[in-house]
């Protein structure tokens, strides 16, 4: 009879994989944790040396008081439709994009599919200041239609919903052009309802990434009421730069919405990743 008992050195190998990834958990997680206990704290136990985890006295009145302070729901509503509408909007574009060069054959298609993603090796810094002057000349620079532009279509997205598409057999949309569908009817009837996940994923980075912009509405946003999040902080900062507290239950309001998405929606995430980088 086999034995199918793991070897030592197997069972050695497992438990130094789950240190390992237990202590780099540990690490990425900390200083969220500290900056949750520290927007709890008053401003003189924040930097206590030997350094004091829990605060003597929990104050939860200050995820009121910011409300106050500050212009947390006009940032957060700034914000929320900035990532909302640039997430729909490069999931739509990256996808429908990504299905030409994937299943619809034109002369040049594959040269034309390597200079686009091509574009992902030229930092923004480059072009930041001919595509900031480009949006002043036509009079969309302090508007939102400057942020939307600015992030509405991106290479990245096409060369990743390109890699999960090229897994869907040519057979089906071939199929439905015999039945008479149209090219955006296959693109929607068929392929995207096939590719969930690779959307999931794609709009949680996109999202990720809008709602995390700082230099974008940096450049582009001058109006106060237009501020997102990340710029109103920066503002909330200059203003109470000695009330630590207050700062770090601004920071922690900032994270929770990304923590809440990318939690919801993890399962859906790790598979697009995953599905996006197999190859039939």
Do not use: C
């Not at 994270?255 to 599905?275: D, H, K, M, N, S």
């Amino acid at each position: 009879m086999n034995d199918h008992r793991p070897s030592l050195g197997r069972i050695v190998g497992m438990i130094l994989g789950y240190a390992v990834m237990i202590a780099i958990s540990v690490f990425v997680v900390l200083p969220f944790v500290w900056m949750v206990l520290a927007s709890l704290k008053n401003n003189n136990e924040i930097y206590m040396v030997p350094v004091r985890w829990l605060p003597e006295t929990w104050h939860f009145e200050h995820y009121a008081q910011i409300w106050l302070k500050a212009d947390m729901l006009g940032w957060l509503g700034n914000t929320v439709f900035f990532a909302v509408v640039v997430t729909f909007l490069q999931v739509f574009t990256g996808s429908f994009a990504a299905y030409g060069f994937s299943k619809i054959n034109f002369p040049g298609r594959n040269t034309l599919f390597l200079i686009y993603v091509a574009t992902m090796a030229v930092p923004w810094q480059a072009y930041m200041i001919p595509q900031f002057k480009m949006l002043s000349i036509v009079g969309l620079n302090d508007t939102r239609w400057s942020i939307i532009l600015l992030q509405a279509f991106g290479a990245f997205g096409v060369f990743m919903m390109k890699q999960f598409y090229d897994t869907i057999p040519d057979s089906l949309s071939e199929a439905a052009r015999l039945d008479g569908l149209s090219e955006f009817g296959i693109y929607r009837r068929i392929i995207l309802p096939l590719s969930g996940s690779s959307v999931a994923a794609l709009a949680i980075i996109t999202f990720t990434n809008t709602w995390n912009d700082y230099m974008g509405p940096l450049l582009y946003l001058r109006s106060p009421d237009l501020y997102t999040i990340q710029l109103g902080l920066k503002t909330f900062i200059s203003q109470y730069d000695a009330d630590y507290s207050m700062i770090m239950t601004g920071s922690v309001l900032s994270v929770l919405p990304i923590l809440v998405v990318f939690l919801i929606g993890q399962r859906q995430f790790i598979e697009g990743i995953a599905t996006s980088g197999m190859k039939g």
